[in-house]
């Protein structure tokens, strides 16, 4: 691919706060028309990320190069082409659905006929009609988000960064939700969306696992999973808390963690045959071998406890 | 350019009309300040309680002592029987001052020199007054009844004597202080609400996490600063009707001046005022910082501008810090205006300092304002 077809290029994009890096010598290519996802736990380097591609936190080092300008310098070239939806609503409480996408399109520069178009337009896709007079304020987290994404969107960018989205959502309105992002990348928008749920990262195209603000794996999911380097055997049975403890003093044991009344074990791929490696240490359990999640992946990458931690926030939504 | 200012004028407009409590407060402040300032801050000392010695109980004597209490300075409220005692009073502050009449008042009183075809004379005065003089206003109120005529307490014709100085006073005969007060409160509450606003104005929008949406915006920070302040100076414009015409009704507080001259002064004054604020809002990280920093340019805007004390009486480096405040300038403009009838022209000085005030003020906060969160 020449350097035209990628949106995002980074080369060692490092960024250090007070001495210690959030975002670590970060590799990134981006190709146009995909959904690319970042996935970590809670202070990864995913938003500090995020800022440094939208201009607006400048790398302590490193290359950066969007849409084909280069970072620092091109910021207010970018405005227009770029949108971002921000981790916490930043449109305004106490103006109308309506108002808070007028005084978008006017920032935006857009004439009085232009802008009324367009907001008719978004007012139809994000399922916001007959709630113009609404104050955002007083919307629940889905029509907020939507509301959000009519912002970020409404002057047609090219290249559109989306900052945890969907943690104030429910699973329903997360779905419609990556149908619509969906629907923009087939219009060509390139979109950059970062996570902590499993579920959303699996429906991207390429996606960067990041712990502590570095970069652990990339790929899209399914190379991500086939290149594991760790099978997973599912075991059935009693006392599984007590066989867990067992099982993960082992080294060839990468994790292991029950899942209702299964325990799944991550067992290292230089083991020829897990699960006659697995059979003396399991009593009489049964057990299976079964495909690997992104979640594995995850797991493998950044080690148990973070994995833990991602579950736990996808838990609570 | 116009379009996005506009569109940012529109939007606190919006959101000002929704704050019920900020709207209150842009009526209520001015109103409340006023009735305060109008009514409590007066110079003029009236009825301090006072105590009484008195020797002599003569009809002289209370002839004197009634003269002395239909002054209004001060009301006797308590008889001692000597000096000490009063003292002790004056020490628990019972009485701010004590009217000490020694037991040959009546001798003093006919020999007193004023009279005139005296022949034997004494030098010495009727009385004493003893004053609290830890209030200067106090003391100097007690003070201006040292030269109190005795002519119809003694029933004898003065001596007619020649004043070293005629003083005519010019545009304030009945030397009320409300007069001089009002159009000084112009620019402490124009201060107040002006800075306050707009300090708050930048912080609010990064507290409430509008900020970082906004700057990925193509929104140009001196656009952004522009449409910050110009709601607020139609609100300046409220509140200075509000202040002017209830000064008017409720005081009788005088407007000399042509109404153009007041608007064009004020116009300059907030202005100046909302950059400051702006300056302001850049610097502090949250409201609560921005709210103190206002508070700290507000106290010098009351004591250094010359709202309650003669700016000329300052030592000259409290001049210097009080010419770096916008409100001493209109201060001077303000009482120039509204009560000798000056021209903004005559005032040329103080109104190019706050022109220069405004740009740099802008300037400042538009540099400071990056698009940037590093």
């Known amino acids: 691919m020449s350097q035209t077809d990628f949106a995002i290029q980074t080369q060692g994009m490092t960024r250090a706060f007070g001495g ?29 990320s995020i800022r440094m591609l939208t201009g607006l936190l400048s790398p302590t080092s490193g290359n950066i190069r969007v849409l084909g ?17 921000t981790q916490k609503f930043s449109l305004y409480d106490n103006l109308s659905v309506r108002e808070n996408l007028e005084f978008v399109a006017q920032i935006y520069g857009l004439t009085r006929r232009q802008s009324q178009q367009r907001l008719a337009e978004l007012l139809t896709l994000y399922d916001l009609v007959g709630r113009e007079k609404q104050m955002a304020g007083s919307m629940s987290g889905g029509q907020r988000q939507r509301l959000a994404l009519a912002a970020a969107t409404l002057h047609h960018p090219e290249l559109l960064f989306l900052d945890e989205p969907t943690s104030a959502v429910d699973p329903e309105n997360r779905r419609e939700f990556w149908e619509r992002l969906f629907d923009l990348c087939a219009q060509g928008t390139t979109i950059l969306v970062s996570t902590h749920y499993m579920d959303e990262a699996e429906r991207c195209h390429g996606l960067a696992i990041l712990e502590r603000g570095i970069k652990r794996a990339d790929g899209s999911p399914q190379q991500l999973m ?34 209702g009344s299964r325990l799944r074990v991550l067992v290292r791929s230089d083991i020829a045959d897990p699960l006659a490696w697995l059979k003396p240490r399991i009593a009489n359990r049964a057990m299976e071998e079964v495909r690997a999640s992104l979640e594995d992946v995850f797991v493998t990458c950044t080690g148990e406890r973070l994995a833990a931690h991602a579950k736990e926030a996808s838990h609570v939504a | 350019m116009w379009r996005r200012i506009f569109a940012i004028v529109v ?26 300032f109008g009514y409590a801050i007066n110079t003029d000392a009236r009825h301090l309680p006072a105590g009484l010695v008195n020797l002599s109980d003569s009809a002289y004597s209370r002839t004197l002592i009634q003269a002395v209490e239909a002054t209004q300075v001060v009301d006797f409220k308590q008889r001692y029987l ?6 002790a009073a004056i020490t628990r502050g019972d ?41 200067t206003v106090v003391a100097s109120t007690i003070r201006s009844l040292r030269q109190m005529p005795l002519d119809e307490i003694a029933g004898m014709a003065l001596k ?13 005969p009945e030397q009320r202080s409300v007069v001089n007060i009002v159009p000084g409160l112009l620019g402490v509450i124009l201060t107040m609400t002006m800075v306050m606003f707009t300090s708050a104005a930048i912080v609010r929008e990064r507290e409430q996490g509008n900020m970082e949406f906004l700057i990925t915006t193509p929104v140009r920070p001196l656009e952004l600063m522009l449409g910050k302040i110009v709601p607020y100076v139609l609100v300046g414009f409220v509140q200075v009707t509000i202040i002017l015409s209830a000064g008017h009704l409720l005081f009788d507080v005088p407007i000399r001046g042509g109404l153009d001259s007041i608007a064009l002064a004020a116009m300059l004054f907030i202005c100046a005022s909302l950059t400051l604020g702006l300056v302001i809002s850049t610097m502090a990280k949250t409201q609560l910082q921005s709210m103190q920093m206002t508070v700290f340019v507000l106290l010098p805007s009351i ?53 220069g005030f405004t740009c740099i003020g802008l300037l400042i906060a538009s540099l400071r304002f990056s698009k940037r969160l590093d």
């Not at chain 2, 004590?98 to 005065?125: C, E, K, M, W």
């Open chain 1, 20 to 48: 210690i890096n959030a975002v670590e010598n970060l590799d990134l290519a981006i190709p146009k028309g995909t959904i690319y996802g970042f996935l970590g736990p809670n202070g990864c380097g995913k938003s500090t």
């Open chain 1, 226 to 259: 086939a290149a594991m380097g760790a099978r997973v055997i599912e075991v059935s049975g009693d006392d599984l808390r007590t066989l867990k403890q067992s099982l993960i003093s082992e080294s060839a044991v990468l994790s292991a963690a029950q899942i």
């Open chain 1, 69 to 85: 300008e280069i970072l620092p310098g091109a910021e207010e070239k970018l405005r227009r082409r770029i949108g971002y939806m």
């Open chain 2, 160 to 172: 007619t004597a020649t004043p070293s100085f005629e003083v005519v006073q010019y545009f304030n």
């Open chain 2, 82 to 87: 000597s000096a000490a005692e009063a003292e």
């Open chain 2, 11 to 36: 939007k606190e407009l919006r959101q000002l009309s929704r704050d019920r409590m900020t709207f209150g407060m842009i009526v209520m402040i001015p109103l409340v300040q006023l009735m305060l």
């Open chain 2, 303 to 355: 004591l250094l501008s010359g709202f309650m004390f003669p700016y000329e009486a300052m030592p000259v480096a409290a001049q210097w810090i009080a010419e770096a405040l916008p409100a001493t300038h209109f201060m001077r403009m303000s009482r120039a205006i509204v009560l000798r009838d000056a021209q903004v022209m005559d005032l040329q000085f103080d109104a190019l300092w706050m022109i």
């Open chain 2, 95 to 135: 009485v701010k001052a004590v009217l000490y009449l020694p037991a040959d008042f009546d001798a003093r009183l006919v020999r007193h020199p004023s009279f005139a075809g005296q022949q034997y004379y004494l030098t010495q005065p009727v009385g004493q007054w003893l004053v609290d003089g830890s209030d």
